[in-house]
């Protein structure tokens, strides 16, 4: 059974910054493209990063997140710096397991986690 789950969201104050966890299990992890995307109330889900070798970002971003793996763990972080009120949102972290790279769109991943909730305060 696949389970991605997400931690490390909360209510912080712009400027501040975060690190989202995303614990993965149940499948091969070290050649998994492994997603970060958001959904804020009333949007669609979007692109934030994306990694698996090289590491792909939403370029709205401007270099404030980093996306980052470690094989050991079969975890995926990210993290996000210099956060502004418009970051809030649900993240989700993703997972697609058929060799693909650099996937920006959310139909293109296999696997979700719930996700966790970021708030920005101003």
């Known amino acids: 059974q696949v389970q991605l789950v997400e931690s490390g969201g909360g209510l912080v104050q712009a400027g501040d910054s975060l690190r989202l966890s995303c614990a993965v299990s149940?499948?091969?992890?070290?050649?998994?493209?492994m997603g970060w995307f958001r959904q804020a109330p009333g949007k669609e889900r979007e692109f934030v990063a994306a990694m698996l070798w090289s590491t792909y970002y939403a370029d709205s971003l401007n270099g404030r997140f980093t996306i980052s793996r470690d094989n050991t763990r079969n975890t995926v972080y990210l993290q996000m710096n210099s956060l502004k009120r418009e970051d809030t949102a649900l993240y989700y972290c993703?997972?697609?397991?058929?060799?693909?790279?650099?996937?920006?769109?959310?139909?293109?991943?296999?696997?979700w986690g719930q996700g966790t909730q970021v708030t920005v305060s101003s």
């Open positions: 149940g499948l091969a992890f070290g050649s998994a493209t």
């Open positions: 993703a997972a697609h397991v058929n060799g693909r790279v650099g996937l920006r769109t959310p139909d293109d991943y296999d696997y």
